[in-house]
Every structure is written in C-alpha cells, then in structure tokens.
C-alpha cells in the first residue's frame, strides 16, 4: 500500500512552454503533499506544500507565479512550470502524507523534465 | 534555519567491511529519516526514528537516534555491492506530522569487490 504515483516520467519542453506534472496518491488519502526539486548530484530541496482544498505554500525563493500547485483533492496535486527556460530543468519528485497518518511521507518516482 | 549535515559526502569501501554514516542537525526535532536513491530512481524509505533511543535495524543497514545530541547514525555492517547508492538522512521542519523534510547533502556510498 501507500503508493504514490507521477506522470510524466520525462518530459521535455521548449522553452517559454508550460508543463504539467501530476501526483497522484493510488491506495490512500493525502491531505497533504509535498513538491520537492533536486539537481543533478544534489540533494533534494523542498519547493512547496500542498494541501487539499487552500493554496500551497511556498518556501523562500520559490516563485509561487511561475510553479504553480494545485491540490484539487485528497489524490491528486499539480504542479505546472509556467514558461519554463532551462535552468528549471530539474527532477521534480512529489511526496504525500497519509491523512491522519503523522510521520511517514511516500515519495513518487519523480519527473525530469529537461528545457530546451 | 533547520540545517542537515551529513558525512562523509562520498565514501568508497571494499565489501565486506564495516562503516557508520553521520547526521547532525541544527534544530530540535524527533523524527529522522533515512532514504537510499539509486541513480536516476526516487527515493526508497530506509527507517524512520521517532524517538530518541530509537534504533533500528534491516539487513545490514542499522540506524540509531540520539535527539539530545541532534545525531543519527547509519552504520552499515559487512557491506555488500547492492549497498551502493545514495543515502539521505532528513529532519521534518518541526518535528510535527504533515512538515516538509530539510535533507542532508546525501552520503555517495561506493561498495568495491
């Protein structure tokens, strides 16, 4: 159980194009999920939270107008770079936390997505 | 600021031997967790430490939790090839339930024949 699912895998976009990656909790109800980007041999840096139903909220230097999130309901959450360049080429992986769950977070499998 | 430090960043070991992963971090929080990334892949759940005291163990891998030290430890005992990844401790933001993670710079772990 606690599978969480994204779509796409890979995606690969001009640049000033906007692309959609979704999350999708399969076997369970997230409140909350959480998007998080991480380069090329680097670690994995928290970008925003997302809860069901009320607007994400955005870490420091993440722009809220150019990633924006969307949590439509207890499975599914959002994320779509608007007018993407190449320096947003990235893996972006989701996380989900179990609603009434208290700790643990299930991670997708991630999306890269490379800016041409 | 919630900082995560881990180290060594990059460790090469032969098999068979014995070796101990370090991450402190900055704020008080009792809930650490430990993930292992194969290239290209997300992340895989290792242990989750809730307590301090709290040791856990899988296979080869055991982690431990000392929250008065701010310091968890991953010690890998007789390691073997499929050991190599990428390890990540990470720290949720107040040690509540639904917080975002702050991760350490991740530990390149190489096991050599």
């Known amino acids: 159980g606690a599978v969480v699912s994204q779509h796409p895998s890979r995606v690969i976009c001009k640049s000033g194009t906007s692309v959609k990656i979704e999350c999708r909790s399969l076997d369970f109800q997230a409140t909350t999920m959480f998007w998080y980007r991480q380069f090329p041999k680097q670690s994995l840096m928290l970008m925003a939270t997302?809860?069901?139903?009320?607007?994400?909220?955005?870490e420091q230097g993440v722009e809220k107008d150019k990633f924006l999130i969307n949590h439509a309901s207890l499975t599914l959450s959002t994320l779509t770079v608007t007018s993407a360049h190449p320096e947003d080429s990235s893996f972006y992986i989701c996380s989900a936390s179990l609603a009434g769950g208290q700790y643990e977070q299930y991670f997708g499998p991630g999306t890269r997505l490379t800016v041409t | 600021e919630l900082k995560v430090e881990q180290n060594p960043l990059f460790l090469s070991m032969q098999e068979g031997k014995n070796y101990t992963i370090y991450c402190n971090y900055s704020t008080t929080s009792d809930r650490l967790y430990w993930y292992r990334q194969d290239p290209g892949k997300s992340l895989e759940s290792l242990f989750v430490l809730l307590s301090n005291g709290a040791v856990k163990q899988e296979g080869r891998l055991m982690a431990s939790l000392d929250t008065k030290a701010r310091l968890s430890t991953l010690h890998i005992t007789a390691a073997v090839h499929d050991l190599s990844a990428t390890y990540f401790c990470a720290v949720s933001y107040s040690g509540g339930g639904a917080d975002g993670l702050t991760f350490g710079k991740g530990t390149h772990l190489i096991i050599q024949p």
């Open positions: 997302s809860n069901e139903g009320s607007k994400a909220t955005y």
